[in-house]
């Protein structure tokens, strides 16, 4: 979608949100030194191991004699299951169709293989039903396996790509790959959105974790190695039954925008960016990759899905790239001039198929074919698409292979999840550890001692695997959502007891039993692309928590093991001075047993496995990472002497700027969690769409990819959200005079005569006041932004030092609303408006 950085608006905060998240719409590209300064003369060509087939390409010159322009069209057309049904399919005959990061077939997270096999075949019938458009050519479904099936239950989970980099082993990367192909083959599904090949340049960008390394070396051979593994060797067995195409992503720049902002602009010159960030293309163009997924970002102003000169003159050209290029999520609606169900222009720059969830599709559809009629999109244009579509469905098999509820791996459910696919997975957590500090050879430790396991990350499957998984954001999830998964706790308790050592776990510390040694198992929350954003490294980001943990057992005199849970390398200084052993364990997916298998010796006192990953990016010496603590490719094995040199400095460098603690920017950001509340009733909200009673909440697209949510109050009985915390925050920090809460909402019905504020902040200490008053002078179907002044709230009796709730609307009518932003600032603009609220 695009925003003008100049339209008259109410909102600015959304005006700066949209010139953020929207770089191409506000950015000049004549801003950058390097805009216009094209010289293809960069880009090597690639040969492809799969090459043009006559017989092929004469087949599909048949097929097109005798297609449509609607059904050329369709082709051209990807949606997604929660917008499109069968008889949508039926009568349209899209090309291809995605299921997005947590949705499931028939909108239940808990759908089994036979629910999705079940879809892919109706969705298959109904595309090669020509009863109502004409057209049996078979549709494809594509899926974000990045980590494993990651949105299938029960799936083998392997670690995300940071810690794959750590191992630095493109044979096992390969492994992995096939075993994925395997799983997401159960389940009728004929194509995955991965590898992503970003090298990430700034580790504030919340897709870090996606980057398998800062060295683009790294990057060209395990593309190669994963392209090969998903759709398998040509001339043995590429594509056939256990295999899946693949999609080389983002092309290109997407790890190099500008202090890590997600979909923002990557200012380099065109050499860097070739030696950088398309040494992935490289790798995987070379090993035979069908799919090329574009970028949401922009490379010096301008956005990629509207590049011709990089999606055409230089990949399809230059490249020698015969394979289908497909957009990302509503991506070309980001292009200046362009909305989601109107822009020609990404179709002239290249693009073959449009990624167009939400309901968007059918417009940009009608557009598309009256843009070709009317001549804004050449026909010639439309028949290199459809051309490119069907050639990769051909080299596939999808026109000859039989329906998916029929392919021979159908349905072998015993293959999700797999023991051998999880020892694969459990090798690579091995290989992916790296140890930064073991003072006194404390690890590998002995499993006969008495052992405590702390921290809230210890039992916890779903934080140690990190952001698309199940969900989109990862969050939401408990262990019982992993079924046959291993949390990293299970896994040291498992080995511990069958050695004849006892072993006890206890989150916040506080032991029965002295222990001889503690293992505290902290880190980030799960999150995905947007919310991952960060604005410095520091870790605990005014919440030292785990920190205090650290030093309590210490204090205590009991040496302490670290083991830091992480999408990036973080400021930890203070945690690795706190910390006897320190190691990074980033994200290891489902199979936490492998951290055991390296952190512990056997029974007999040996080695099980020595540490043998390194750090695929630098680790850095201050939060705004102006200075390296650990260069790229360092790490220890046991019995190395230590690379990092006594205690490290704790202050934080140059000044931070006090930061605004946001609660919800696209989704909720963790800790908070949204909590749905009728008559009594509670539950949090681990879904897309999930209901209480008479409170019902959906995700929406309002700027990307479902980044609002709406509530709805049928008013049947009170009903209320909340956004809260697991643990209390601690907001004393804030100038209260300055300061304020921010929530950017709009009222979609007429406001209520009752709409109660609320707010918690521990027993007996909340506020709630009925703001009816002032939403209803807000216009209907607007974006506005509220702001509460955090003064009159702790006048009301909010209590700052211990916030359980950082918004809550409540309401026994029925009713209509969305928010899109939610935070605490720290100092509000001189002359804005705040609202001064208090209890009643």
Partial sequence: MHYSCFRKTPL???????????????????????????????????????????????????????????????????????????????????????????????????????????????????????????????????????HGHNNVIGATIFPHNIGLGAANNPALIEEIAAVTAREVMVTGIDWVFAPTVAVAKNLRWGRTYESYSENPAIVRDYAASIVTGLQGEVGVDFLDDQRVISTVKHFVGDGGTTDGIDQGDTVVDEQTLFDVHAQGYVGGLGAGAQTVMATFNSWNGEKIHGSHYLLTEVLKEKMGFDGLVVGDWNGHGQIPGCSNDNCPQAANA????????????????????????????????????????????????????????????????????????????????RQSLVLLKNNDQLLPLNPQQRILVAGEAADHIGQQSGGWT??????????????????????????????????????????????????VVFGEQPYAEGNGDIANLDFQRGNAIDLALLHSLREQGIPVVSLFISGRPMWVNPELNASDAFMAVWLPGSEGQGVADVIL????????????????????ATPNAEQTLLQLGMGMSFGDADILDGALPEDMGSELETEALVVFERAVQQPWLLELSSSGSRSIVASSVQALRAIRTETFDDRVQEDARRLYFSGEEEAGFSLVTPFPRDLRAYDTEVSALSVTLKTERTVPENVQFNLY???????????????????????????????????????????????????????????????????????ADTICIGNE
């Fill in 12 to 146: 600015a905060v959304a005006i700066a949100f949209a010139c953020t998240y929207a770089l191409t719409a506000c950015t000049d590209a004549s801003d950058s030194p390097y805009a216009s300064q094209h010289s293809n003369d960069i880009w090597p060509y690639i040969e492809s191991p799969v090459g043009l087939n006559d017989e092929l390409e004469a087949r599909i010159t048949e097929l097109m004699g005798g297609m449509t322009l609607e059904q050329k069209i369709a082709q051209m057309i990807q949606p997604e299951i929660r917008d499109i049904t069968v008889e949508d399919m039926r009568k349209y005959g899209f090309g291809s169709y995605l299921n997005g990061g947590g949705s499931f077939p028939n909108n239940d997270k808990y759908a089994t293989p036979e629910d999705w096999i079940a879809l892919a075949e109706a969705m298959y019938k109904a595309s090669i039903d020509d009863s109502l458009d004409g057209s049996s050519i078979p549709t494809m479904w594509g899926t974000d396996a990045v």
């Fill in 350 to 429: 290249g693009l073959d198929i449009f990624m167009v969830p939400t309901d968007a599709w059918q417009p940009l559809y009608y557009n598309l074919i009256n843009q070709v009629r009317e001549g804004i999109i050449p026909q010639e244009r439309v028949d290199d698409a459809v051309r490119r579509i069907l050639r990769v469905k051909m080299r596939a098999g999808l026109f000859d292979k039989p329906s998916p509820a029929n392919r021979p791996f159908a349905g072998r459910t015993e293959l999700i999840g797999a023991a051998e696919h999880r020892a694969v997975a459990r090798d690579a957590v």
């Fill in 470 to 519: 199940i969900s989109w954001q990862g969050t939401g999830n408990s262990n019982e959502d992993f079924p046959g998964g291993t949390s990293i706790y299970q896994g040291i308790a498992d080995q511990v007891e069958a050695a004849g050592g006892s072993i006890e776990l206890a989150a916040d510390g506080q032991f029965n039993e002295r222990p001889d040694v503690a293992i």
């Fill in 601 to 620: 010796r056997d029974a007999e006192g040996n080695v099980q496995f020595d540490v043998t990953g390194r750090l695929p990016f630098s680790w850095p």
């Fill in 761 to 831: 902040c521990g027993e007996n200490c909340n506020v709630s006041t009925n703001i009816a008053a002032e939403l209803a002078e807000l216009p209907e179907n607007e974006w506005q932004t509220l702001k509460f002044s955090l003064s009159c709230l702790q006048e009301a009796g909010f209590n700052l030092a211990q916030v359980g709730s950082a918004f809550g609307l409540s309401t026994e009518s029925a009713w209509q609303v969305s928010f899109n932003d939610i935070r605490f600032v720290p100092e509000v603009a001189e002359g």
